[in-house]
């Protein structure tokens, strides 16, 4: 047993940062530079410490390692075998250090002056919020308390303080409730949860809707999953617009929207007399059952195929089917959900690849029913003081609802958050809260697991946690409390483990707890009950505006930070600003080429946005994806509280406005260039013909192989490479201009049937590379190490290498890079400074190459495969890039070269490049 | 002619320009001076904000400065043609265009040379591209057409310097004669004290000969080099072998071009009708009809290859110019460089000197647009789809272009009032031997 | 010491072919002319002069320089470009090629500076030295 004092110690060693969270903001912050204190605690130049904790930019919860330097956080990457996302890290991952240093994040507390928000003290604005809460007691008038997700130690934290300050805690309002699915097995199972699946067993996989690699529930861990299923794996995925989960599947359905519970009902009667888990009669007896042409006239899926995929979900060992997101918002979408999980259930899947038992803990999410019913409770004026805290409910309420003008209902309104959005500016008290790299916080994203944050930077300006917050009020209404919000964690954790324990979960950032639930029964007569209430009707014909959540900001709350706007979406490649996707057919009737502005108008909303031609979209169905909308127009499914994402009747007309458009790729095509060769036949087996003999690596080789069967487009290397190599971010203007900076990025070729292939090319460190010979200064050179090596102080900028390199890989400095401070704050001390006029680009990391020989050196060892791991390798999700040295014959990368199935891009060229490309073959490892 | 010393008038006609400037010729200093401050003005903005201020951009890393320096550097070729080239075949009506071609020769290197600085990122460090031992031990990279360009440019710029300087020492030995006080003692340095005594002539003619004889490689090797800037790359529409013809021949066709639009004016402003015959026009219209069959000759040799090659690289890029965004400036240029000249097969084109005077501008105009079709197409549609981009000029182009032809104008002006236009010496000489095949038929 | 002056080319390479006939040694003769007259030196029997072997000289010197200077560079501190092997002849060929061409240039040019005596004082002196006529010095036994 160990006291407090002894306990803080072993914590603060272990994890440090304490001695940084213990600084506060106003004071001197310098930081403490001394040869006793540990680099953990302190700072010792030029050395890296990595801290691991949780990244919180969506409610998954995967695991997240910052590297420290100098004291603060510089970059973010996967925690290896993370039990959330298996490695990976996302590119709104790759973002939550842009958050932390954002330059627009609020710096202090905030209360309404006069009409207008004036910064203030926290003592002032608490003060306000506690006398607000006291006047509400008095009047007898309940207050709210509306958050986003909350898991953890702070969810604990709220459910004791929400009653003690007078205020109830609204069911946790999230824009992807998923309500339909918990709705859905609720009815059926009596367990009213988002199961946890599991990807990667299936041999038959189909996906209604279900964004799995973009949005769904834990789409890296997903990702991870979907790329590692087993051999010979086949994947469907239904939808009506084309998301990069649709172009990721090995066969896309098109469905016209709405006609989701044809396709199930179809399939569930298809299967079920087959299936290895009969229903009940009673079940079997409420089927609807659609014929296979009525199926396909509704659905717009050709015969052959309902047929095919019938037979292969029936024939199956291990199959599973998904339906949620866009499949389950729209009016129907209990009958969606219903329909998969009996499909689930039937096939074997529930208990197996569907986990109810340890389901992802979305319990005590409500949905936008709650959020209509906080506006009627408003509207009544029953609600006393109205907290709204990390969540913004109206941007995400139906327009129609005019939630902004109800929000003055309340006695009091305060918003906690991190950035100026839509309803923090509705609120008379804004109270900033720190970053999760700036606080200590416990999470539990899932059932039977807990996540550890940790302060790896002190607070950048005058915020506070959300804990202490409700601590501070607690005690200003006169309760004695614990000291702060740390304080009681780490009461918390002492009480809960040992000091093995407690160091093991420090250094691992997540522990797992045995969770163990009785296995889930159906409910025939439930079942039976939402069978018969499944309405089969033809899909209203006419145009359709789909609202597809995004890759790049979630529901919309990565939105501001810059970085998610740089990195280009990965089907259009729009990187600013918001666009509509239009089919190329439905393009040419409009009249409309890229860029030009179509103006969207549903009943009185409208919206004037630029077009952007999506090839495979089909015709009719226009795509926006909903996080660059101002409001909502959609409305509520009243059935589940989910709102509707596929609107049906929009109008569309051209504004006769348009101009160059922010998109980065020039060609949606191949052009039948074999970048990507169909079948792959460039290979080239003999030894191209040289003048020259052939240069000699002497110690390492660097070599870079790419899976691109592996490769999903989400953009999370291009990222991570951003904030590696500090690679400037230009603006909208710039990309305008053509003038991205991307050092790797990932091109989407799409074929004449609307498939995609996504293509990742970084610099690619040839052999024979055709910028070298043309620097007049040696400023491009190859190492002997194989790198194309860029020399910074060298260039003189004359963008001979950038004109002569036919990947076009390099990037030129048109302007001095400049970042807003703090942002200059994130910034990598290894890296030379470029300026303006300097030609700049990808080295395989160099840094890290270099980090890792000087290790291996200091050590008196060779570098061992695996050490070395560039940016890009690190973040991938789906571990589709693997690097090493092909000198070391007993490597991977080594043995991917040699795959016959591997080839080089433009390799007729002649340029010998050391990136090498395959479809599968390697097994993904970390 | 006998009796009369030789050649008197051409001395009176040709030293007396210098002494008298118009309204026209002030009016086309400011002009052209404005322009000129207004290049310089602008290149300071780009050094001090950076590159950025161009419309360049990610698969355009060259556009409208280097297009500038290719077709400066084409400029400054029929100088050397003129002088050198058709100083060993003899021909007659050199006399009256080689010391302006001259001029033009040495004025258009001086502004091509800009270009390439212009253009760098980073020009405070333009020292980089010399050959200097510094501590780090680090050289330019001799593999890079661009320090061949720094040597061939640097060698083209002091040779023809050297040449037109040496080919101006007699007259300027004149000039001091003709001009009292302070003017007539410079030219009298200048001249160096020559006094065309035989023995002076006799080296003099020896050098020239040689002078001659280095130039006139130069006019094959300085734009072929300059042409190796885009042949030794690998992008396709640049990575052919025709480029080091296609580049001197074109080089020579806009140089002639340039003489024309330049002399016509300055032989009715300056009243030199006498000494530059209609006939020698004729000479020049010859060249300049003979270089365009060879440039359209090469359009035809080039697209032509892209369809019979195997690379589908080519194919689309020969393709994209002639049916692409770019495609008016590249019928543009077939009409101006290899279809308008054609009309000189006529005599009667090649003796009007108003066609002629225009003939030069629309060809200028065409050989501009070549390079710059050229340069932008290949580059914004070579190997990558995905990395395709167009491109175009921001005002700070347009105006360093325009500034370029105000510091080229500028120093012409200047020129045509401050040394002999005309080589007096030798139209002497010329008209001596013309009375000589006179006198003995 | 005799002078004579015309105007006339003819005229003046007559007199001067009549001079050597007579048994002037054409090193008493000196000439002066407004522009080159080629005759009049095969009349005075005189040779081409030196400039050649200066510019042959400047151009080797060239030549070397290029040659030199490139390959130095590259193996006082080699770096590998492009696959090609250190030493890349051709172009370094051409920087040798155009060296060749400027110090000839110059080398010619510095030779007939020295040759010629130029700049030369008295020249710049003597203001009417230079005539636009053709002039023939006959200059006495005793020289000047």
Same mark, same amino acid.
Request: proline share 7%; net charge neutral; aromatic share 8%.
């Given at each position: 047993m160990?006291d ?23 004071? $001197? ?15 010792? &130049? ?32 996967g ?17 939550? /250090? ?6 627009r ?11 207008a928000l ?15 809460? +006291? ?17 953890? *130690? ?16 609204? &069911? ?25 699946? @599991? ?52 066969r ?44 396909a ?28 997101? !866009? ?7 209990? +009958? ?20 109810l ?8 999410? #409500? ?29 995400? *309420? ?29 609120? @008379? ?12 916080? %416990?999470?539990?994203p899932?059932?039977?697991?807990? %996540? ?8 950048? #300006? ?34 809960r ?18 969770v ?8 025939a ?24 959540p =995004? ?16 990195v ?12 509509? =996707? ?16 179509l ?16 090839? #495979? ?12 909308? &101002? ?45 990507i ?32 069967s ?20 230009t ?73 002569n390199c ?23 001390? $290894? ?19 270099t980090a ?32 090493? @040295? ?27 490049? =050391? ?12 | ?27 086309? /200093? ?67 265009f ?6 033009m ?18 020009v ?33 710029? !002091? ?28 030219y ?15 080296h ?8 001659a ?17 885009? +042949?030794?790359? !690998? ?5 052919t ?54 440039v359209?000759?090469?359009y ?60 030069? !501008? ?10 710059f ?53 030798e ?15 | ?28 003769i ?36 290029g ?64 005539? @636009? ?6 200059e ?5």
């Open positions: 160990m407090r004092r002894t306990f803080l110690h072993t914590l603060g060693l272990l994890t440090g940062g304490s001695a940084l969270s213990a600084c506060t903001p106003g004071k $001197d912050r310098r930081h403490l530079v001394s040869a006793l204190v540990p680099p953990e605690d302190g700072v010792v &130049p030029g050395q890296s410490v990595w801290h691991a904790t949780t990244c919180t930019e969506c409610p998954a919860g995967c695991g997240m390692q910052v590297r420290l330097r100098e004291g603060r956080p510089v970059k973010a990457e925690v290896p075998g993370h039990p959330v996302s298996g490695g990976g890290l996302c590119v709104r991952g790759q973002a939550s /250090l842009w958050r932390l240093y954002d330059p994040r609020l710096r202090g507390p905030q209360v309404r002056d006069g009409g004036r910064a203030a003290t926290w003592d002032d604005a608490l003060s306000r919020v506690a006398s607000a809460l +006291a006047e509400a007691r008095g009047a007898g008038r309940t207050g709210a308390y509306l958050s986003g997700r909350t898991t953890g *130690a702070l969810a604990a934290l709220l459910a004791e303080s929400a009653p003690a300050l007078g205020l109830e805690w609204l &069911p946790r309002f999230e824009p992807f409730s998923h309500a339909a699915i918990r709705r859905a097995n609720g009815l059926l199972f009596g367990a009213p949860e988002v199961p946890r699946l @599991d990807a990667a067993r299936p041999d038959v996989l189909l996906t209604v809707g279900a964004d799995l690699l973009e949005t769904f529930v834990s789409p890296v861990g997903l990702a991870a999953q979907v790329v590692a299923g087993p051999a010979g794996r086949r994947w469907w995925h239904a939808e009506p617009h084309c998301s990069l989960t649709g172009a990721n599947a090995d896309r359905l098109v469905l016209r929207a709405g006609s989701e519970p044809w396709l199930l009902a179809w399939l569930l009667a298809r299967v079920a007399p087959s299936a290895r888990r009969p229903l009940p009669p009673a079940v079997v007896a409420a089927m609807p059952r659609p014929s296979i042409a009525a199926t006239e509704a659905t717009g899926v050709a015969v052959d195929a309902l047929e095919a995929l019938g037979a292969a979900l029936a024939a199956a060992k291990e199959p599973l089917v998904v339906a949620g997101a !866009i499949a389950t918002a729209a009016e129907g979408g209990l +009958a969606v959900a219903g329909l998969a999980a009996l499909l689930q259930w039937t096939l074997g899947a529930t208990g197996r690849t569907v986990d038992a340890r389901g992802e803990g979305y319990g005590d999410v #409500g949905s936008l029913l709650d959020l209509r019913a906080l506006g009627e409770r408003l509207e009544r004026g029953q609600v006393g003081v109205l907290f709204v805290a990390r969540a913004n409910p109206v941007r995400h *309420a139906p327009a129609a609802w005019r939630l902004a003008g109800k929000l003055a209902g309340a006695t009091l309104r305060v918003g906690l958050g991190d950035l100026m959005d839509e309803t923090l500016r509705e609120m @008379d008290v804004v109270l900033p809260l720190s970053h999760p790299l700036e606080t200590w916080e %416990e999470l539990a899932r059932r039977g697991l807990r %996540e550890l944050l940790r302060p790896a930077a002190a607070p950048l #300006g005058d915020t506070r946690a959300e804990g202490d917050v409700l601590l501070e009020l607690r005690r200003r209404a006169g309760e004695t409390v614990a000291p702060s919000y740390q304080e009681r964690l780490m009461a918390g954790w002492r009480a483990y040992d000091d093995a324990a407690l160091r093991a979960y420090s250094a691992a950032g997540w522990a797992e707890e045995p163990s639930g009785p296995p889930v029964g159906l409910d007569g439930a079942a039976a009950e939402l069978l018969r209430g499944v309405r089969l009707s033809p899909p209203k014909p006419g145009l359709v505006l789909v609202l597809a =995004s890759i790049r900001s979630f529901d919309g709350r990565s939105r501001a930070l810059q970085l998610l706007e740089e280009p979406d990965p089907l259009t490649t729009v990187t600013y600003g918001p666009w509509i =996707s239009v089919a190329p057919g439905d393009a040419r009737r409009l009249g409309v080429a890229d860029g030009d502005e103006r969207v108008t549903l009943g009185g909303w409208s919206a004037e946005l630029p077009a952007k031609l999506q090839p #495979g979209l089909a015709e009719g169905v226009f795509v926006v994806q909903r996080d660059v909308l &101002p409001s909502f127009p959609g409305g509520m499914d009243p059935a589940t509280g989910e709102a509707i994402c596929a609107l049906p009747g929009p109008g569309l007309e051209r504004t006769g406005r348009g101009g160059r458009m922010p998109y980065l790729s020039g060609s949606p095509s191949q052009q039948g260039r074999g970048l060769p169909e079948p792959i036949h460039r290979k080239e087996t003999a030894k191209r013909a040289s003048l020259y003999p052939e240069h000699p690596h002497p110690e390492h080789r660097w070599t870079m192989a790419i899976d691109v592996r490769c999903i487009g989400c953009g999370a290397c291009a990222a991570s490479c951003y904030v590696e190599n500090d690679v400037p971010v603006g909208a203007r710039e990309h305008r201009l053509g003038r991205e900076m991307s050092w790797l990025r990932i091109e989407p070729f799409y074929d004449a049937a609307g498939g995609v292939d996504f293509l990742p090319i970084l610099c690619q460190q040839c052999h024979a590379a055709p910028c070298e010979p043309v620097c007049p200064v040696y400023a491009a050179y190859h190492n002997p190490e194989g790198l194309n090596v860029q020399v910074y102080n060298r260039c003189i900028g004359t963008r001979y290498c950038s004109n036919p990947y076009k890989v390099r990037r030129f400095n048109w302007f001095d890079p400049v970042r807003e401070a703090p942002l200059d704050l994130l910034h990598n001390p $290894d890296l030379s400074a470029r300026g303006r006029g300097i030609m700049e680009k990808c080295t395989f990391c160099v840094q890290r190459i890792a020989r000087d290790r291996a050196k200091d050590e008196g060892r060779a570098v061992r495969d695996g050490e070395v791991v560039p940016a890009c390798a690190q973040s991938c999700p789906t571990t589709a890039i693997v690097f090493g @040295d092909l000198n070391d014959a007993g490597s991977r990368i080594a043995a991917l070269v040699k795959a016959p199935g591997s080839w080089r891009v433009f390799e007729e060229l002649g340029t010998e490049p =050391s990136v090498h490309y395959h479809r599968g073959g390697g097994e993904g490892e970390r | 002619m006998t009796g009369t010393r030789v050649g008197s008038e051409v001395e009176r006609d040709v030293l007396g320009a210098i002494r008298r400037p118009g309204w026209r010729w002030l009016l086309g /200093l400011a002009v052209s001076g404005l322009l000129a401050v207004l290049l310089h003005v602008l290149w300071g903005a780009l050094i001090v904000r950076g590159l950025g201020l161009t419309g360049l951009n990610n698969p355009v890393g060259w556009a409208v400065l280097i297009t500038n320096f290719v077709f400066w550097v084409g400029i400054a070729h029929s100088g050397t043609l003129i002088s050198a080239v058709l100083f060993l075949f003899r021909a007659r009506f050199r006399t009256s080689n010391r302006s071609a001259e001029a020769t040495v004025f258009a290197i001086l502004v091509a040379g800009m270009f390439p600085l212009i253009h760098l990122g980073r405070w460090v333009f020292y980089f591209l010399l050959p200097y031992p510094i501590e780090r031990l680090i050289w330019p990279n001799f593999r890079s057409p661009l320090p061949w360009d720094v040597f061939a440019v640097t060698t083209y710029l !002091i040779v023809s310097v050297v040449f037109f300087y040496v080919g101006m020492i007699p007259d300027l030995a004149l000039a001091r004669r003709h001009l009292p006080g302070l003017r007539g003692r410079i009298a340095v200048l001249s160096l004290g020559w006094q065309g005594t035989g023995e002076q002539w006799r003099y003619a020896r050098l020239y000969l040689f002078l004889a280095f130039a006139t490689p130069l006019v094959a090797s300085v734009h072929s080099i300059v042409s190796w800037d885009f +042949a030794v790359s !690998i992008v396709p529409g640049w990575h072998t025709i480029f080091a013809p296609y580049f001197v021949a074109g080089a020579i066709l806009s140089g002639t071009a340039m003489v024309l639009t330049l002399s016509i004016p300055m032989r009715r402003w300056l009243g030199l009708e006498a000494h530059m015959p209609i006939d020698h026009y004729e000479g020049i219209a010859k060249i300049l009809l003979f270089t365009s069959l060879l359209g000759y090469t035809v040799v080039e697209q032509g290859l892209s369809l019979y090659g195997p690379s589908p690289f080519e194919r689309d890029q020969y393709a994209f110019r002639a049916f692409g965004p770019y495609r008016g400036l590249f019928w543009l240029m077939v009409v101006c460089n290899a279809i308008l000249p054609l009309t000189l097969f006529l005599r009667r084109a090649r003796r009007s000197l108003p066609w002629l005077f225009v003939l030069g !501008i629309l060809v200028n105009v065409g050989m501009w647009t070549e390079r079709v050229l340069i932008v197409a290949s580059l914004s549609h070579d190997f990558d789809p995905y990395a395709w981009g167009t491109y175009s000029p921001t005002r700070y182009e347009i105006g360093i272009t325009a500034g370029s032809f105000g510091l080229f104008f500028l120093f012409f002006l200047l020129f045509s009032r401050l040394l002999p236009v005309i080589a007096i010496t139209s002497k000489q010329a008209l001596a031997d013309r009375a000589g095949e006179e006198g003995t038929p | 010491m005799t002078r004579l002056e015309f105007d006339g080319r003819e005229e003046f390479l007559a007199r001067l072919r009549a001079l050597v006939e007579a048994g002037t040694p054409p090193e008493r000196r000439l002066q002319m407004p522009f080159e007259v080629a005759e009049a030196a095969e009349i005075l029997g005189e040779r081409p002069g030196a400039v050649r072997f200066f510019a042959l000289a400047g151009a080797l010197a060239g030549f070397g320089t040659l030199a200077l490139t390959i130095y560079s590259v193996v006082s501190f080699p770096l590998r470009v492009g696959g090609k092997p250190i030493v890349s002849l051709p172009p370094f060929l051409l920087i040798g090629y155009l060296l060749t061409i400027l110090f000839g240039s110059l080398g010619a040019f510095a030779g007939f500076l020295l040759l010629a005596r130029m700049p030369s004082p008295r020249g710049l002196a003597a203001d009417a030295e230079l005539a @636009d006529r053709f002039v023939i010095v006959v006495g036994e005793e020289g000047r």
